[in-house]
Antibody, heavy 116, light 109 residues
């Protein structure tokens, strides 16, 4: 059973950089899978941020592409998200997930608040 | 962008009743690339259906789904109290690659 766990600061200042990590257990980030980040603003729906593959690189949501970077650390079996120039609109619960055409495994989510 | 429009926004039903949730896509989406999720407060979404009509592992058979053109339907045949929550449809393959519907809030009376 694949398990994912998000970690990172819960509070980020406006114009700063949001950085999160997703630790994977029960599976390897080096395998032929895509790994995604999805966010959910308070009381709102789900927004896909992007995905990364160990050999095919990343794909990003065009609406966020200029501010988002994803990376994968095979030695630590984890992957990461960075969002630059954050505003209050980036306040959300951030989920990491393992996906193909759909997301079968999800982390529990972590709330990131953008505020001074 | 492929837009997914779910209806109704809110559905209030009693245990034992049948629930029918709709998801309409703005462009053609392969049935292979349409999924349904259930989300309860404070929890991550849970995959219910993939490939438009295939139940994920452990999902009870009271959940079923179908597709007709750009219309996708999730049916819960006999509601149980634990079926409350928000239901989302999701497509793969457009730009962005993944988009979700706005959700249907299923409220159990």
């Amino acid at each position: 059973q694949v398990q994912l766990q998000e970690s990172g600061p819960g509070l980020v200042k406006p114009s700063g950089t949001l950085s999160l990590t997703c630790a994977v257990s029960g599976g390897s980030v080096s395998n032929d899978n895509w790994w995604s980040w999805v966010r959910q603003s308070p009381g709102k729906g789900l927004e896909w941020i992007g995905e990364i593959h160990p050999s095919r690189g990343p794909n990003y949501n065009p609406s966020l592409k200029s501010r988002v970077t994803m990376s994968l650390d095979k030695s630590k079996n984890q992957f990461s998200l960075s969002v630059t120039s954050v505003t209050a609109a980036d306040t959300a619960v951030y989920y990491c997930a393992r996906n193909g055409f759909y997301c079968l495994y999800w982390g529990q989510g972590t709330l990131v608040t953008v505020s001074s | 962008e492929i837009v997914l429009t779910q209806s109704p926004d809110t559905l209030s039903l009693s245990p034992g009743e049948r629930a029918t949730l709709s998801c309409r896509t703005s462009q053609s989406v392969s049935s292979n690339y349409l999924a349904w999720y259930q989300q309860k407060p404070g929890q991550a979404p849970r995959l219910l259906i993939y490939g438009a009509s295939n139940r994920a592992t452990g999902i009870p058979d009271r959940f079923s789904a179908s597709a007709s053109g750009t219309d996708f339907t999730l049916t819960i045949s006999r509601l149980e109290p634990e079926d409350f929550g928000v239901y989302y449809c999701q497509q793969y393959g457009g730009s962005p690659l993944y988009t979700f519907g706005q959700g249907t809030n299923l409220d159990i009376k």
